[in-house]
């Protein structure tokens, strides 16, 4: 194969373009991380976080936005980026950055038990709740943990208010003692759960991923995907029909841009058709990837009906 063929694609991604096609799609299914500015954004203070030095009282950032809007494809990438390393002469680990998820009830125990998860360490513990909490201390001090991502903060809420509270001086307790800034994701329930606790909301920091809106980054995100995905003719997502046809279908939501473009793209494999244009969001059968689409689309049906 020549490698100018396909100069619609990045260099890097030519190749793909050339093989065969169930391997095209699979390879348009398959998990991978885009860089856009949003995401881009929040990864840099994540790294600006991570560089300050320790002193008493740690800024915290909470990232919060809709479900599906990438919080936790960020907090693993930024995993990816600040791996755990293992001294084998020391036979230490090292983790400079720790990420949990919060668990489904704000348990005091469940809180540590998952935050031993981790750290590493399987299996149930035994022991009384301040023991734990002090396996917790040790391990994070000994593996020179200098941040502690909490995932999917909102699911606090779920607990009564003295459990939201119990959970609120826990991470407090650890942000203190570790002398580490505190990274929460959650959506917007999370942001008032944390505003609800005087202490936190003076030390949170807040950035909203905000939804795709038609603007020159929506542009940017969709030019960039047709860059990427192996599809043999060149698409047309740069244009304004395209970009509110997405928008249409899709409100914004990050997921839903991502599974809705990967559909087509995959549908444009089947039919031959090699690129996306306007008319493959229009396709008769196009078989609208989420639940969550569909009622769109289906309201919108409805609408046009009655008016
Ligand atoms: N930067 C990105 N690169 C590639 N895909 C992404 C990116 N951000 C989001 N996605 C897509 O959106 C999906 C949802 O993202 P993610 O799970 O991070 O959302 P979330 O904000 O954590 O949602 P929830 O609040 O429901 O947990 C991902 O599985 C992925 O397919
Ligand atoms: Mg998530």
Not at 239 to 265: N, P
Request: charged residues 25%.
């Amino acid at each position: 194969m020549v490698l100018s063929e396909y100069g619609h694609l990045l260099p890097a991604y030519r190749r793909q373009a050339a093989l065969p096609d169930a391997e095209r799609i699979a390879w348009i299914r398959a998990d991978r991380w885009l860089d856009f500015e949003q995401a881009r954004g929040a990864l840099a203070r994540m790294e600006d976080l991570l560089a300050y030095p320790p002193r008493d009282r740690m800024p915290c950032l909470l990232l919060y936005g809709d479900t599906g809007m990438g919080k936790t494809k960020i907090i693993r990438k930024f995993l990816r980026d600040h791996p755990a390393s293992f001294d084998k002469a020391a036979g230490v680990t090292t983790m400079p950055v720790v990420a949990m998820q919060m668990p489904a009830e704000p348990i005091e125990r469940d809180i540590y038990g998952e935050l031993l998860v981790s750290l590493g360490i399987s299996g149930p513990i035994d022991g009384a709740t301040h023991r734990q909490k002090e396996l917790c201390r040790s391990l994070l001090r000994s593996m020179g943990a200098r941040m502690l991502i909490i995932d999917e903060v909102h699911a606090m809420l779920a607990g009564s208010f003295r459990q939201q509270r119990i959970f609120l001086n826990a991470i407090r307790f650890l942000a203190n003692d570790l002398k580490a800034p505190l990274v929460c994701a959650g959506t917007d329930l999370a942001r008032q759960s944390l505003l609800t606790d005087p202490q936190l909301a003076e030390r949170f920091e807040a950035l909203h991923l905000r939804r795709w809106a038609d603007d020159r980054f929506l542009t940017q995100l969709l030019s960039s995907l047709g860059a990427l995905l192996p599809l043999r003719r060149p698409s047309a997502l740069e244009t304004t029909a395209v970009r509110k046809r997405v928008l249409e279908l899709t409100d914004g939501v990050t997921v839903r841009i991502f599974r809705l473009i990967e559909t087509v793209a995959a549908e444009a494999i089947h039919s031959g058709a090699e690129c996306i244009t306007k008319e493959s969001f229009e396709a008769e059968g196009l078989v609208l990837p989420l639940v969550a689409m569909t009622r769109k689309a289906e309201e919108r049906l409805l609408r046009r009906a009655a008016g």
